[in-house]
Structure formats: C-alpha cells, structure tokens
Nanobody, 121 residues
Framework: QVQLVESGGGLVQPGGSLRLSCAAS????????MGWYRQAPGKQRELVAA???????NYADSVKGRFTISRDNAKNTVYLQMNSLKPEDTAVYYC???????????????WGQGTQVTVSS
C-alpha cells in the first residue's frame, strides 16, 4: 500500500557530507511524523532524527549540530543532510513514515528498505 524508497547512501571519508532522501508513494491519505533511524552491526536500531508534518524536529544527541532533517510535504519526501560525518555514523539508515492510508484508518508505521552509509578513510 505504501512504499518508502531511500537514496543517497554511500562511502564517504570522515568529515565529509551525504544527503539522504526518502520518497513515500502509494495509497497515502496523510503522513504525520517522518524520521530516520539507523542500525549498526551488532546494535539496536536507533532514532537519528524525526520531523512532524508541521516542521517540529528532534535529534539524537550524537548527531545534534551535524545532521539536519527536512521534508517536502507536497512530495511526501524527507531528507537528512549529514555533515561532519564520523566513523561511528556508519550504519544502515532507514526511513520511517507514520502514515494514514484513508480517512477512517489509523496511522501505521511504514519503513524503507534501508541505505548503507559508510564513513571510512
């Protein structure tokens, strides 16, 4: 019903930048919060940043001041600008959208397939 497609991951040197994008498509009535999570090998998935439909944001302490989340509501797309990347930012990054597929449905979580970000020299 709802598909989230991420793009923009890759290999970058420490101190470098990447911009992730995630576009939601399919049977969408409305999207509440959108966010980015990440999971490193052997670790639990963690919230990186989230943004509401009104533009309120919150960030993990580890990325504050380095990452910026934004969204284009008209395009159902969320972005994550990542600057000053560190090796510890290496993980698979997943997009999440709290989505309602029709007026009478509840909001449900949908996930993208993940995109690898590797920070290494």
């Amino acid at each position: 019903q709802v598909q989230l497609v991420e793009s923009g991951g890759g290999l970058v040197q420490p101190g470098g930048s990447l911009r992730l994008s995630c576009a939601a498509s399919g049977s969408i009535f409305s999207i509440n919060a959108m966010g980015w999570y990440r999971q490193a090998p052997g670790k639990q998935r963690e919230l990186v940043a989230a943004i509401t439909s009104g533009g309120s944001t919150n960030y993990a302490d580890s990325v504050k001041g380095r990452f910026t989340i934004s969204r284009d509501n008209a395009k159902n797309t969320v972005y994550l600008q990542m600057n000053s990347l560190k090796p510890e930012d290496t993980a698979v990054y997943y997009c999440n959208a709290d989505t309602k597929v029709h007026y009478y449905s509840d909001y449900d979580d949908y996930w993208g397939q993940g995109t690898q970000v590797t920070v290494s020299s």
